[in-house]
T-cell receptor, first 113, second 116 residues
Framework: DAGVTQSPTHLIKTRGQQVTLRCSPK?????VSWYQQALGQGPQFIFQ???????QRGNFPDRFSGHQFPNYSSELNVNALLLGDSALYLC????????????FGPGTRLTVL | AQKVTQAQTEISVVEKEDVTLDCVYE???????LFWYKQPPSGELVFLIR??????QNEISGRYSWNFQKSTSSFNFTITASQVVDSAVYFC?????????????FGTGTRLQVTL
């Protein structure tokens, strides 16, 4: 039973570029959440997707957008990258509502130069 | 709004010592869940325990134990007889589920270093 998978593992971009990160949820899960973890900090909630809709959003600018596909996988897009977007991006999946337990993937390490 | 505070930034202990990681949370909601996650150097968050706001019973699982006290809004985590493999960053988190979504609010983490 595969857990949450994320791709790519590492990514290096330059300021102003755009990036897309991908997440496949754990088998049987239908909800995907994205978190940003800056170095030395706790993860910060970006948004949560269920039934292909954004259900809740954290305090992140519109440069951060997402999508959920019919197979429950999800993408996180970040436009106009800033140096401050350098972080570990974690995807978590869960099943149904209310969401009680979330299972995390290994993350994508994004470096913006 | 929810908030989680982990006042201890870093703790260093010698193997076999007991260590307690502190967590204080804030929420106005009466229904909520508290979590502890472990993050080894690989980066993946590993779930350790979940407690709901209606269950203040403390729990022991092997070398791990948790002390949940609503009166002080604390959810502390103790490792007994620590081992080098326990070295990691530990995060306390709070979730207040709604009808349509539920996010995790994390503390800033406590880095635990266990040496021989």
């Amino acid at each position: 039973d595969a857990g949450v998978t994320q791709s790519p593992t590492h990514l290096i971009k330059t300021r102003g570029q755009q990036v897309t990160l991908r997440c496949s949820p754990k088998s049987g899960h239908d909800t995907v959440s994205w978190y940003q973890q800056a170095l030395g900090q706790g993860p910060q909630f970006i948004f949560q997707y269920y039934e292909e809709e954004e259900r809740q959003r954290g305090n992140f600018p519109d440069r951060f957008s997402g999508h959920q596909f019919p197979n429950y996988s999800s993408e996180l897009n970040v436009n106009a990258l800033l140096l401050g977007d350098s972080a570990l991006y974690l995807c978590a999946s869960s099943f149904g509502f209310p969401v009680i337990e979330q299972f995390f993937g290994p993350g994508t390490r994004l470096t913006v130069l | 709004a929810q908030k989680v505070t982990q006042a201890q930034t870093e703790i260093s202990v010698v193997e076999k010592e007991d260590v307690t990681l502190d967590c204080v949370y804030e929420t106005r909601d009466t229904t909520y869940y508290l979590f502890w996650y472990k993050q080894p150097p690989s980066g993946e968050l590993v779930f350790l325990i979940r407690r709901n706001s209606f269950d203040e019973q403390n729990e022991i699982s092997g070398r791990y134990s948790w002390n949940f006290q609503k009166s002080t809004s604390s959810f502390n985590f103790t490792i007994t007889a620590s081992q080098v493999v326990d070295s990691a960053v530990y995060f306390c988190a709070l979730s207040v589920p709604t009808g349509t979504a539920s996010k995790l609010t994390f503390g800033t983490g406590t880095r635990l270093q266990v040496t021989l």
